[in-house]
């Protein structure tokens, strides 16, 4: 396509939110007219959806629940009056403690205030926290907030040595639905013995976010913890950055998340337009659909050119991957959708795989996200007329001109700067687009079978390893790999089996292997108490 037309194109699938200052451009993906007409009536069934869907109609059939992130920021589109209030007061609720912490008026025992909130939750607990944090907070915020987002031993460990002796001044974020994510609960467990160790009241410098009548919920108001925070069932936790999840720490951090929500608000009437043109969600939903055939067949590459948005190629890996990817389509059929989401920052990734972007294999399609505003304030020239800002922006088109001369598709999103409501229009353009693009591949965006598969087998694991245990205990002297498992009516898990001794054995928990290591079925098993 010659320059004149491209420019025609460019001004012709350009979209501007003029409130924002957002831009889409999907110029650069190359459907045709026919695509555009072939997928209209698609659309229009899909508008149709999320409008139901909005309206409360049951969108995760697994476990009979509405799906309703869009009311966090709008209480006014809640079914029932029960739900608006509920929204509104928890905002308030919010913001009162997170005042209340900020000026001293609740303290960590013997202490005159908090200085850092350390928040423990996995998944949508922690995703959408750490890249708002990493987006907003700035360097100097409020509180400082750190996370513990998986159940590693060695990296508990390393966030709570980093803060020592300001544990006493740490106020917990305890973030799980159920409260009994294995994750999350580990968690909790390792620092309240590192809370008894110091001699330091967990209770009283410890916040739950959960379900209503949760495990954790009931703990919490057992143990006297400060306060308790709700999580809706009819919130999913990749859609969850926008409830008490993600603006509880915000607001700790001091992020302004009334300005969050009213751009996520700004956003989701955009992205209620019944009119592909019209609607940026829609537009990405159609380049999505375009580039991977309807069929995922290609991965997204999301390349941010700022450093502070660093952590939303990984916060859209949940929103993406758990939403799109499924075994099955909403009629039974076995489909296998998904799309795979990676990326890093430009100019970063321009020193790292940008290389087999433009000339490997054909297997993407890349999002720049561009932000026109350099930093606050003037900047040095690195030459004459040309400051670093200007360096990253040449890098930004100049990738972006070569993948398109090179037959590889882009999207590209411009934002003016930074900040609060324009990290809220992010996430509820991205929201509005998986939800769009999962009508139209007629999958249900709102469970996770794979997820529960997971943990299901994860349990099963460690079920394994208390039989072998037992068996162990009860043994006198070694016993043979073969041996174990027949005790253990464990024959078809020999894998499992020497996986579990090997781990045992590393951490001292009493199990010794004798043998050659390669060959596993000269293993002999010694257990001591």
């Known amino acids: 396509m010659d320059s004149t037309a491209l420019w025609q194109r460019y001004q012709d699938w350009l979209y501007y939110h003029p409130g924002l200052g957002l831009y889409l451009d999907i110029s650069r993906v190359r459907f045709d007219d026919g695509f555009v007409a072939q997928m209209q009536p698609k659309f229009a069934q899909a508008f149709e959806a999320i409008a139901a869907l909005e309206g409360g109609a049951i969108a995760n059939p697994d476990e009979g629940r509405m799906v309703g992130h869009y009311w966090l920021r709008d209480a006014d589109l809640a079914p029932t009056p029960d739900l608006k209030q509920d929204i509104l007061s928890t905002l308030d609720k919010i913001e009162t403690f997170t005042k209340q912490i900020h000026t001293g008026n609740i303290y960590p025992p013997g202490q005159e205030h ?5 928040s423990i939750g996995i998944g949508g607990s922690a995703l959408g926290p750490q ?9 100097k915020p409020l509180l400082r907030l750190h996370f513990i987002d998986n159940t590693d031993p060695a990296g508990i460990d390393h966030v709570l040595d980093s803060l020592g002796d300001r ?23 390792e620092v309240k013995h590192r809370f008894q160790q110091r001699g330091l009241n967990f209770p009283r410098q410890t916040v739950a976010v959960t379900g209503l009548d949760s495990n954790l919920a009931q703990r919490a108001q057992a143990e006297g913890w400060l ?3 709700p999580m809706r069932d009819w919130v999913g936790g990749r859609t969850s950055e926008l409830s008490a999840v993600g603006l509880l720490p915000a607001a700790l951090e001091g992020i302004n998340i009334r300005a969050m929500l009213a751009g996520a608000k700004e956003m989701d009437e955009a992205t209620r337009i019944p009119n592909l043109k019209q609607n940026p969600a829609a537009l990405l939903a159609l380049s999505w659909y375009y580039t991977g055939k309807g069929k995922g067949e290609k991965d997204m590459v999301l390349l941010p050119y700022k450093d502070s ?22 009629d039974g059929n076995v489909v296998h959708q998904g799309i795979a989401v990676y990326g890093n920052k430009g100019s970063t990734d321009q020193h790292a795989y940008v290389q ?25 020239e690195m030459e004459p007329g040309v400051t670093a800002g200007d360096y990253l922006s040449g890098l930004l088109q100049g990738t972006r001109q070569a993948l398109y001369d090179n037959q590889r598709d882009s999207i590209t999103v411009t934002i003016p700067a930074v900040t609060p409501p324009i990290i809220g229009a992010l996430i509820a353009l991205y929201e509005r687009a998986v939800s769009l693009y999962a009508c139209l591949v007629n999958i249900n965006a709102y469970h ?22 037992s068996v162990l205990q009860a043994s006198q002297g070694s016993l043979s790999l073969g041996e174990l498992v027949t005790q253990a009516q464990a024959q078809d898990q020999i894998e499992t089996v020497y996986r579990i001794l090997r781990h045992l054995e590393a951490n001292d928990r009493g199990v010794q292997l004798q043998g050659e290591r390669q060959r596993p079925m000269t293993i002999t098993v010694t257990y001591r108490k």
């Open 131 to 139: 890249f708002v944090s990493q987006a907003l907070s700035g360097v």
């Open 167 to 189: 544990l006493a001044t740490t106020l917990v974020l305890v973030i799980s639905k159920s409260g009994g994510t294995p994750e999350t609960r580990n968690g909790m467990e």
């Open 309 to 330: 948005l660093l952590l939303f190629s990984r916060y859209l890996q949940q929103l993406v991957m758990e939403s799109l990817g499924k075994e099955t389509d909403l």
């Open 448 to 469: 996770q079978p794979g997820v529960e598969a997971g943990k299901k087998a994860g349990a099963s694991i460690l079920a394994l390893q208390n039989q072998i245990l």
């Open 227 to 229: 306060e308790t925070f």
């Open 356 to 380: 087999q972007l433009r000339e490997g294999v054909n297997n993407f399609f890349v999002t720049f996200i561009e932000v026109l505003q350099d930093r606050q304030g003037p900047s040095l």
């Open 114 to 118: 908090f200085t850092d909130v350390l």
